[in-house]
T-cell receptor
């Protein structure tokens, strides 16, 4: 079945450091790929998405590229801020209403 | 611009009690779902609905019931709460159109003692 694997956390970085959170997937067909962010005490918010191979999703300085050849959708940001501290979830959308989530990666950014 | 609204935000139950978690969306979305979030396990699908009157089981349905009498509402019922149901519960909705994302509520933190 479809699945998403993302790197274990927590990830601790200093402010202005470069961020990469790895995400790989297994799916039949051509899923859409998403990154969600969860701030403390809140629900999940869509951060970015990509709907086909080689698409790059971007938002708030974060980027991820849909790589079909490596079945990956790694999240990157060039310079993290304390306010980016949160849990990040990689997800795939299979069909019109089915979503599979990774286990989440907690990011802590230190001032 | 409410989106997906869940109530309550926090709840403490005694083992064996029943309760209903409420979820409502105002986006006219066909698809609604309930997830539970546990440490190290990500989000696991409990039940989902693809439209009014249609529900189905997800990955972890035992101990939970759902119904979908209207497009807007999708309540989750715990029939006899157990400590293993201590978790954070999220309701989500989506339009059902290809390549669209799910929208989440703020969550309900449930503790069963």
């Amino acid at each position: 079945g479809d699945s998403v694997t993302q790197m274990e956390g927590p990830v601790t970085l200093s402010e202005e450091a470069f961020l990469t959170i790895n995400c790989t997937y297994t799916a039949t067909g051509y899923p859409s790929l998403f990154w969600y962010v969860q701030y403390p005490g809140e629900g999940l918010q869509l951060l970015l998405k990509a709907t086909k191979a080689d698409d790059k999703g971007s938002n708030k300085g974060f980027e991820a590229t849909y790589r079909k050849e490596t079945t990956s959708f790694h999240l990157e940001k060039g310079s993290v801020q304390v306010s980016d501290s949160a849990v990040y979830f990689c997800a795939l959308g299979s069909g019109t209403y089915k979503y599979i989530f990774g286990t989440g990666t907690r990011l802590k950014v230190l001032a | 611009n409410a989106g997906v609204t869940q109530t309550p935000k926090f709840q403490v139950l005694k083992t064996g009690q029943s309760m209903t978690l409420q979820c409502a969306q105002d986006m006219n979305h066909e698809y609604m779902s309930w997830y539970r979030q546990d440490p190290g396990m990500g989000l696991r699908l409990i039940h989902y609905s693809v439209g009014a009157g249609i529900t189905d089981q997800g990955e972890v349905p035992n101990g939970y019931n759902v119904s979908r009498s209207t497009t807007e509402d999708f309540p989750l019922r715990l029939l006899s709460a157990a400590p293993s149901q201590t978790s954070v519960y999220f309701c989500a909705s989506s339009s059902g159109r290809t390549n669209t994302e799910a929208f989440f509520g703020q969550g309900t933190r449930l503790t069963v003692v």
